[in-house]
């Protein structure tokens, strides 16, 4: 159950990145150092499963007046996916799960960004995620300024959208995983 469970979260947390890929602007880096995907996701209905995926690189294209982007994506390492507790990261490595042996990497890249008003926005974008690409919407707030923004996405990945093997202990684990991203610009 856990295996399922932090599979999914991690694969919704790849996707950080705002994007319109057809926009003009500044592209800036995304600091893996200082970035970080959680995730989180039930198990057995009453606690909750966590981990991490780390970010091997991403950009935003940003408007030189505003620190809402106007495109961005990612590539998350899921080799490096861990959740602190070995036995369930290497399920979630193996094949049953997110299968880092054929597909080491995961993708974001944006193809609509909303702003809510000078702090806030949506970002619609197309997530990979062990071979198969879905949609996935994250709501993000912006920090700091526009010369440093720092962003805050919460988004929520549905975990049988992404064609991995299901277990027979499938149902005592949560169908969503929520996914929580704080990313910082070089």
């Known amino acids: 159950m856990r295996r399922a469970a932090l599979s999914f979260a991690l694969l919704f947390a790849l996707s950080f990145a705002p994007a319109r890929a057809d926009e003009s602007g500044a592209q800036r880096a995304i600091d893996p150092a200082k970035s970080t995907v959680g995730f989180s996701i039930s198990l057995l209905f009453v606690q909750h499963v966590t981990g991490t995926v780390p970010i091997l690189s991403g950009k935003l294209t940003l408007d ?33 799960f997110f299968d880092v042996a054929r597909f080491p990497t995961w993708t974001f890249r944006s193809t609509q960004v909303t702003p809510h008003g000078p702090a806030a926005f949506g970002m619609d974008g197309v997530l990979t995620i062990h071979g198969v690409s879905q949609p996935e919407h994250l709501d993000v707030t912006v920090g700091g300024d526009a010369a440093h923004p720092s962003y805050h996405a919460v988004g929520h990945v549905d975990r049988h959208a992404f064609g991995m093997s299901v277990t027979r202990i499938d149902p005592a684990i949560g169908g969503t995983a929520d996914v929580i991203l704080d990313i910082a610009l070089k």
Do not use: F, M, Y
Not at 67 to 75: D, E, K, W
Not at 82 to 87: E, K, S, V, Y
């Open 64 to 96: 030189e007046d505003s620190p809402i982007p106007l495109s961005a994506s990612a590539v998350l390492d899921a080799t490096k996916l861990t959740t602190g507790d070995r036995d369930q990261t290497n399920a979630l490595h193996s094949g049953d």
